[in-house]
């Protein structure tokens, strides 16, 4: 069992940046795959990024990429996400997620779900 505790969120202003946290607990966090993805209301879920479980490989959908890094402390138990020059659109309810099958976009590969953290970006 793994428990995904979500944090960071807030409002920010467009431009601004938050700094998203997902603590975990549980089963070995070290070698698993640690993924974030999205949902905004009315929307289907949407990954945002993922990191392998070294930290080596990072992966990111386009919408984000060159604005947000993902990251993770295994030492610590938790994978972070910077957001820069956050931008209306991003808002949402963001989610980490995480498998012991590799990175992908898919929902459907992460077998363990935080509760989400709003994240709201005024224009």
């Known amino acids: 069992?793994?428990?995904?505790?979500?944090?960071?969120?807030?409002?920010?202003?467009?431009?601004?940046?938050?700094?998203?946290?997902?603590?975990?607990?549980?089963?070995?966090?070290?070698?698993s795959t640690m993924g974030w993805f999205r949902q905004a209301p009315g929307k289907e879920r949407e990954f945002v990024a993922a990191i392998a479980w070294s930290?080596?490989?990072a992966y990111y959908a386009d919408s984000v990429k060159g604005r947000?890094?993902?990251?993770?402390?295994?030492?610590?138990?938790?994978?972070?996400?910077q957001m820069n020059s956050?931008?209306?659109e991003d808002t949402a309810v963001y989610?980490?997620?995480a498998n012991w099958v590799g990175p992908s976009q898919y929902t459907s590969a992460y077998n363990y779900w935080g509760q989400g953290t709003q994240v709201t970006v005024s224009s």
């Open 68 to 81: 947000f890094t993902i990251s993770r402390d295994n030492a610590g138990n938790a994978v972070y996400l």
């Open 1 to 31: 069992q793994v428990q995904l505790v979500e944090s960071g969120g807030g409002l920010v202003q467009a431009g601004g940046s938050l700094r998203l946290s997902c603590a975990a607990s549980g089963r070995s966090f070290s070698s």
């Open 95 to 97: 989610y980490c997620a």
């Open 55 to 57: 930290g080596s490989s």
């Open 86 to 88: 956050l931008q209306p």
